[in-house]
């Protein structure tokens, strides 16, 4: 049984860090992602822990949390039935967010060993697998995701969220285009949040350095980044996919809604940024910023 891969771990600390760490109003509050990693007592100690250099990445991290769920929410509301997380690792919106949960099938796709880990962590910590909550294993290599995932129960005629966070970037842009052309044949109404990495040439000289470097790291892990996008071409991606509609949303618009005011300077810098694309219906546009 695997446990989770480091960015899984990484992802659930720096949602933690910005509880512990940023003075509030907090983006995000995920307190629950440390108590499944369980790092040990010096995790604040870890260099990639480090407030003064971190918050640039725990920013993205925690607000493309808050969007995506801001998205759920708002999509449940309109009579979306059915939630859909792309590389689960250790999310935790079915135990946050149980009010929202318990009224939708959550399906959380993941590699089968960090999946087994997490369900057994999920045991002992005493909140266990409710039946709405699937939890799907994959191995992506070998194994059709959509075979998967409807085999435990997805419809595909009833209108869903679908959330793929920190993933396109590992996966060739064939295989981007393939999930896309996938999602966009959902239930009308149904609707996809994915991010993408933009291409180095569009990030300023020393935004492009921290990528390349962050992009060094991720190699070194065997974790290489594999493509990126610019917008124009994610938007014509979706559109050829058979999206009805597509919409970008940049580090600047997540900016403006969740940090705005903020004296920390605590920003989401540009690099990692949102497609998105709503299938079969026109788009009932990108969620409201809500408190």
């Known amino acids: 049984m695997a446990a989770p891969d480091s960015t899984a771990v990484r992802t659930a600390l720096w949602r933690a860090l910005h509880v512990a760490a940023d003075p509030p109003p907090h983006v995000f509050a995920d307190e629950l992602g440390l108590r499944l990693a369980a790092p040990g007592d010096g995790w604040r100690d870890r260099d990639d822990m ?9 920013a993205g991290m925690v607000a493309r949390a808050r969007f995506v769920e801001d998205l759920v929410v708002e999509r449940a509301a309109a009579g979306a039935g059915q939630y859909v997380i792309l590389g689960a690792g250790l999310d ?3 135990q946050r967010r149980p009010e929202t949960a318990a009224r939708l099938r959550v399906f959380e796709v993941d590699q089968p060993g960090p999946q087994a880990w997490k369900r057994a962590r999920l045991e002992e910590l005493g909140f266990g697998v409710p039946d709405w909550l699937r939890l799907v294993p994959v191995d992506f290599e070998t194994t059709s995701w959509w075979e998967r995932l409807t085999a435990a129960g997805f419809d595909p005629d009833a209108p869903a969220v679908v959330a793929s966070t ?53 190699k070194a892990a065997g974790t290489p980044f594999v493509s990126s996008f610019s917008p124009a071409e994610m938007l014509a991606m979706a559109r050829e996919a058979g999206f009805r509609d597509a919409v970008h949303v940049s580090a600047a618009e997540l900016n403006e809604r969740y940090f705005a ?9 540009p690099g990692e940024e949102f497609l998105v694309a709503t299938a079969g219906a026109a788009a009932r546009g990108t969620p409201a910023a809500s408190s």
Do not use: C
């Open 166 to 218: 920190g993933v396109s970037m590992y996966l060739t842009k064939e295989a981007n285009a393939a999930t896309l052309r996938r999602i966009a044949g959902f239930a009308p109404g149904s609707t996809l949040a994915m991010t993408f990495l933009l291409p180095s040439e569009l990030l300023d000289d020393a935004e492009r350095a921290r990528h390349r470097a962050t992009a060094s790291r991720a």
């Open 92 to 94: 935790t919106f079915a």
């Open 50 to 58: 480090d407030p003064a250099t971190a918050g640039r990445y725990r």
């Open 261 to 269: 005011g903020r004296a920390d300077g605590l920003r989401v810098v």
